[in-house]
Structures are given as C-alpha cells and as structure tokens.
C-alpha cells in the first residue's frame, strides 16, 4: 500500500474477511468498492485500477455479471441495461477539437478528485452529448470508461418506457440505483426520447410523469465514481430542466474537412491506397465518421473481393454515391411521415 495502514483500513479488511468467510458476495463486493473509492480519493489512481480488475475475477459462480442483479421489467424480464464489461477500443476515436478540450477536462478533474474535495468540489458525473448521429458519442462514452477502468451500461429505453402506469419511474430508478452501487458509464441513448419537454401540446400527462421521475432520480444520483451521459441527436427537444440537472455539454459537431483526413488516414492505415486523400475529404462532406467509416469498410471489401492490390479512389467514391443515395431515399422517407 502506499501509505500506512489505519484503524479505517484494518476495519474493511476484517468485513472483508467476513464477508467472504460467509459466502456474502454482495457484502464483499459492496466492502471492496468502498476500499476502491477510497483510493480514487486518495488520488491513488494505480492502485484503484489493480484492484478493480482484481475484484472482477472474485465473483461466485452463480452471479457472473460482476453486478448485483440487473434490473429488469417485471412484466417481460427483459434487461433494462446491457453491460459491456470491456468497454470498445477507441484508439480510432477523432474529435473536434472544441470537444475534446471539454473531454480531457473530464478526465483531468476526475483524476484530481481529492484536489477539488478541499475546496469543496466535485468532478463532473452527469455529462450531456449532443450532436448529429455517428459522431462519436457513444464512443467517447466506452473512451471515458477505458480511462477509468469502468465497465459501460446502456440503457436499453424500448425496455425502460412501459405502457403501464408508473412501470417507468420504477424502472429509471432501478437503473439509478444500479449505477450508484456499481461503478460503471451508464449511457442513455436518445435520452430526448424520455426528456422531451413538458409543453408538447400532444402529450397526454405520462410524459410529464415520465420527464418528473427522470428529475428526481438525477437529482438523488449522487455516485463517488459512476458517470451518468445522456447522448441526444435532438437536444432542443429536451425538456428545459433536463438541461440543467448536467455538469457540462458536450458537442459532437459534424467533422470537419481536417477531422476527416485524420480519420481517413487512420482507418486507411495498413492498406495501400491509390488516389488522393484530399479527393476523398472533399466526397465526404456532411457525412458523419460512422458513416466514413462503413463507405471505407465496404470500399476495402470490394478490392478484396475483385482480388485487387490496391485500394483506388474509384472503389471508395463508388460507395459515397450509394451512401448519399440511401440518405437521400430515407431523408425523403421521414418527410412523407412527417406530411401523414
């Protein structure tokens, strides 16, 4: 240990003996994360890491997850979380600038938790992205957890939003809790879908209902390591107070001409390329990285396919064309929904 050991010390060792004498799984995890929240605070970062993975491997047989149990809906069993014990390797994640300032700011004040304690802070926990589809929110979400050593919860909203009076706030709740006794990212995807604002003429009260029981439940989540992201590609929708229940918003702008070169250069690396990287940057304009990323995928396919050596810009402006053509086909699909 890095420092010597105290009275507070020896105390959860000896809870930890009997935790385990006992074959009390859940005492002896909730023992061990307090250990491990300790250290976080004694900015004891290392050490946290060792003993988090170490913690992943001491689960008994008949709960494997490393959580309590997953909260479900009563009604279906479904799971109202899917976890990702290892989180996605972001090495490819590239953001805007502006954005990743606000990112590493994250991370730098999570890091110096102790530091902003004896001034009466805390690090930012509750983070608002926002930003058009496919550009890398949900990435950065698996890259914070990689920095922290955390496992990824996604909340799975066809499962948490019941048709049932109340079975919604019951279950947000559940997911709550479930992140405050188990460190983890937990990421609500299209959180605007359950936080949409209160003055939609077209609701009919569960709504407000719904938007009420995600206040209280931000409000009350008040976790020592969790993160809690709310991703949104429609943030204007948000209900006004959802807003400011977040530390701070992050936005995933559209990349930019020099962004997609980067992310060209990278995803093209390894693979022996005849054209012009700056042909390619000028083709993909207002697309998203994901969808960069799928038109390279299939482009690499075809050359492989047709047995070629090379990848050519022909391969790759080949399917640009079919990607706009999709885009177009569902942008034109949407507005006949919206005119019905």
């Keep these: 240990m890095p420092r ?27 023992v061990a994360e307090s250990i491990i929240a300790e250290q976080l605070a004694g900015n004891q970062h290392s050490l946290a890491k060792e003993l988090r993975s170490a913690l992943g491997t001491t689960i008994n047989s008949g709960q494997r997850t490393g959580l309590s149990q997953l909260p479900r809906d009563k009604r279906t069993g479904a799971d109202l979380v899917t976890i990702f014990h290892e989180p996605a390797s972001t090495a490819h994640l590239v953001l805007d600038p502006t954005t990743q300032q606000r990112i590493d ?27 058009p589809p496919g550009c890398g929110k949900t990435l950065t979400a698996h890259h914070l957890a990689n920095q922290f050593n955390l496992k990824v919860g996604v909340v799975r909203l066809s499962a948490l939003i019941s048709s049932y009076l109340g079975d919604t706030a019951t279950h947000l709740q559940q997911v709550f809790d479930l992140a405050a006794e188990s460190p ?63 530390d701070d918003v992050v936005m995933f702008p559209q990349p930019t001409p020099i962004l997609r070169a980067s992310f060209i250069q990278h995803q093209l690396n390894g693979v022996s390329f005849k054209g012009s990287i700056d042909t390619l940057v000028k083709q993909t304009s207002g697309l998203s990285f994901a969808q960069i990323e799928l038109v390279l995928i299939e482009s690499i396919k075809t050359m492989i396919l047709e047995n070629g050596k090379q990848l050519t810009s022909d391969h790759v402006i080949s399917q640009i064309k079919y990607m706009r053509k999709m885009m177009t086909a569902m942008n034109r699909g949407r507005s006949e929904e919206d005119e019905q």
């Design 105 to 131: 700011r994250v991370i730098d004040e999570r890091r110096n938790a102790a530091k902003l304690a004896r001034y009466g802070y805390a690090p930012k926990s509750k983070l608002l992205f926002w930003g």
């Design 4 to 30: 010597n050991f105290q009275a507070a010390d020896v105390d959860a060792i000896v809870r930890l003996c009997r935790a385990h004498r006992d074959g009390n799984d859940t005492m002896f995890r909730k």
């Design 184 to 246: 983890m990212v937990i990421l609500f995807d299209e959180i605007d879908s359950i936080s949409k604002s209160r003055d939609d003429v077209n609701d009919v009260g569960e709504l407000k209902r719904i938007v009420n029981s995600l206040l209280q439940a931000m409000d009350s989540f008040t976790p020592r390591e969790s993160i809690l992201i709310g991703a949104s590609n429609h943030q204007y929708l948000l209900d006004p107070a959802i807003w400011r229940r977040f």
